[in-house]
């Protein structure tokens, strides 16, 4: 089963986002994990992470920028962020060590 109709099937059925949107928010999510693990390229252990925080980032859709909401005595309040558990998650992942290119003078 590929990334996306594991991420389809999370947000339920019938799902009321479009492939689309599910499509953005798995691509979003796939750039966030790949730029905290300083990588060009997704493990493929690593996948179920990028689901839970696609997962999370359709959750936050309509929300954007903020960080709490209250409305008739209910507070909500909302992460910014990657969550904890994930950033734990992805600490297995070792930041890539690469050579540091100086820039070419001419």
């Known amino acids: 089963m590929m990334m996306i109709d594991k991420l389809l099937v999370l947000l339920g059925s019938p799902c009321e986002c479009s492939e ?46 903020e960080t709490t909401r209250t409305e008739g005595g209910i507070s909500q309040s909302f992460c ?8 734990r998650q992805l600490h297995n992942y070792p930041r890539k060590v690469g050579v540091i290119y100086a820039p070419v003078e001419e």
């Open 20 to 65: 689309e949107t599910a499509e953005v928010c798995l691509s979003m999510a796939e750039d966030a994990v790949l730029d905290y693990i300083g990588r060009e390229d997704l493990p493929k252990s690593a996948e179920s992470i990028v689901i839970k925080l696609a997962v999370i980032y359709y959750n936050r859709l309509g929300n954007e920028g």
């Open 80 to 87: 910014t962020d990657i969550p904890d558990d994930i950033k």
